[in-house]
């Protein structure tokens, strides 16, 4: 069953939903390894422990996916190719100035959001709670960049840790 704001026009066919899923599945992967990376890569503490919460958003939003692309048949493989990407990307974001990463980070999550929310609108009414949950971590990430560009530091993460079903302590964040 579609809803009233879902057209013929804009929904998905299930083979690209799958695929698209199976993408987002990876770029979990990629992400959870650029912030497991980056977390073990600094030296200032905070900025480990930020990292490390978003590691376990990037997680927890991967075991979601998994198991809808699992159900539908798809590749739940994590890709090493999709690791050693995160692996590479949090090289050249931990060797810049913080603000130039926080700028960067906040461009590029800003196309996720968008490219989420529009994925959101063409996926299946039946999956979504499941595609609004990806989105919002999306948009978590992004209010954390705007927060932290912003000078509240202090609360960047309490988008993401609203999210969060374990969060990460910060006495292991070392």
Known sequence: METENRTDETRVDADQYLRTLEGF??????????FRSMAEALDDSEHRYQMRVMQQLE???KELLREKVKALGGDTA???TAREIGMTQAKALVAMPRSK???????????????FEEFEKAGPASDAKLLAAVTAHE???????ERESSGASATALDPIVALLRVVPQRNLAA
Do not use: D, N, P, Y
Not at 25 to 34: D, R, S
Not at 101 to 115: C, G, L, M, Q, S
């Open 25 to 34: 599945f990876q770029g979990e992967v990629t992400g959870e390894a650029m």
């Open 59 to 61: 997680c927890e939003t």
């Open 78 to 80: 994590e890709s090493a």
């Open 101 to 115: 990463f926080i700028h960067i980070f906040k461009r590029e999550v800003t196309k996720f959001v968008a490219r």
């Open 139 to 145: 948009k978590a990430l992004l209010a954390f960049s």
